[in-house]
């Protein structure tokens, strides 16, 4: 059962990694670039970790929320694709990565919502 509630929240706790990184860069006085690793990194170990906990959870909610890990897996390999095969020049593959994962987050965050919203109804 530990198990089961450690897969659980990973995401989550993925989903405020990624959250908080992305509010830093934006703080001014902040310079802080992220390499083009974190920008591959960090959004294929958030889809790792969603699709680990449908592979674990098996609930319909959770399959659901692996579905929308498609995105951000095929911007990620645009991005790599764009940055070993490409020639220099406009590089959009890590915005493209930005957006799907930022749909990610907010799949996560809303489902996190709505499990505590339903937590407190039927405790009540």
Do not use: K
């Amino acid at each position: 059962m530990d198990r089961e509630r450690a897969v659980h929240a990973l995401p989550r706790v993925f989903a405020a990694l990624v959250l908080v990184a992305s509010l830093t860069t934006f703080l001014p006085g902040v310079r802080l670039p992220l390499p083009f690793t974190a920008v591959v990194a960090v959004p294929l170990a958030l889809v790792v970790a969603v699709v680990a906990r449908a592979a674990v959870t098996r609930a319909p909610v959770d399959i659901t929320l692996a579905a929308f890990t498609v995105p951000c897996v095929l911007t990620v390999a645009y991005a790599l694709y764009e940055h070993f095969v490409l020639t220099p020049g406009v590089v959009w593959g890590p915005l493209f990565v930005l957006l799907a994962t930022a749909l990610l987050l907010l799949a996560i965050l809303a489902d996190t919502a709505v499990e505590r919203l339903a937590d407190t109804r039927t405790a009540a």
